[in-house]
Antibody, heavy 118, light 109 residues
Framework: QITLKESGPTLVKPTQTLTLTCTFSGFSLSTSGVAVGWIRQSPGKALEWLSLIYGNDDKRFSPSLKNRLTITKDTSKNQVVLTMTNMGPADTASYYC??????????WGQGTLVTVSS | QTVVTQEPSLTVSPGGTATLTCASSTGAVTSGHYPNWFQQKPGQAPRALIYTTTNKHSWTPARFSGSLLGGKAALTLSGVQPEDEAEYYCLLYSGDGWVFGGGTKVTVL
């Protein structure tokens, strides 16, 4: 059974850097073709794909956010970490991580709400 | 950057059929865009329904099906149930990464 869970701060101040951790079980990032992605959703808005990392350390980023995003993995801990710099009010959102395999984002975490406010 | 467009809303009667579409600003949607479809109910995380255009997950109800239709990806709900009322999102691979559509709010009435 694949599970993912996001963790991190619920409140960050404008200009700060956000660090979110996705802790997963039921699969290995060492498996070929497997990846973990990050998606966010601002309140009342659509989903927005952010980033993705494969087990071979291949990384992809949303073109509109690539200058602000970093994604890393710790295969031994079954964790993927997303950092987003220079947070602003528009970054207030629920952030989800998801398992990706065979071009499918099939299993998602429950999401974590991050509010940007001073 | 690629923009993915969906119908904002759609109303369907119980037992009826609804077809949602997903268009790309770069041209016709093909299997190379690996279309995915998700269902999201209020307060819940999205749930995957369809991947690579037509493939269902083990938990996807049989009444949901995916296809390519007139240059767009499509999700068809046949024999709509009240519990199908939700927001539906498509996701397309764009080369740089992945792009979600704006979502379609399906109302069962």
């Amino acid at each position: 059974q694949i599970t993912l869970k996001e963790s991190g701060p619920t409140l960050v101040k404008p200009t700060q850097t956000l660090t979110l951790t996705c802790t997963f079980s039921g699969f290995s990032l060492s498996t070929s073709g497997v990846a973990v992605g990050w998606i966010r959703q601002s309140p009342g808005k659509a989903l927005e794909w952010l980033s993705l990392i494969y087990g071979n350390d291949d990384k992809r980023f949303s073109p509109s956010l690539k200058n602000r995003l970093t994604i890393t993995k710790d295969t031994s801990k079954n964790q993927v970490v997303l950092t987003m710099t220079n947070m602003g009010p528009a970054d207030t959102a629920s952030y989800y991580c998801a398992h990706r395999e065979r071009s499918s984002f099939d299993n998602w975490g429950q999401g974590t709400l991050v509010t940007v406010s001073s | 950057q690629t923009v993915v467009t969906q119908e904002p809303s759609l109303t369907v009667s119980p037992g009826g059929t609804a077809t949602l579409t997903c268009a790309s600003s770069t041209g016709a949607v093909t299997s190379g865009h690996y279309p995915n479809w998700f269902q999201q109910k209020p307060g819940q995380a999205p749930r995957a329904l369809i991947y690579t255009t037509t493939n269902k997950h083990s938990w996807t109800p049989a009444r949901f099906s995916g296809s390519l239709l007139g240059g767009k990806a499509a999700l068809t709900l046949s024999g709509v149930q009240p519990e199908d009322e939700a927001e539906y999102y498509c996701l397309l691979y764009s080369g740089d990464g992945w792009v979600f559509g704006g979502g379609t709010k399906v109302t069962v009435l």
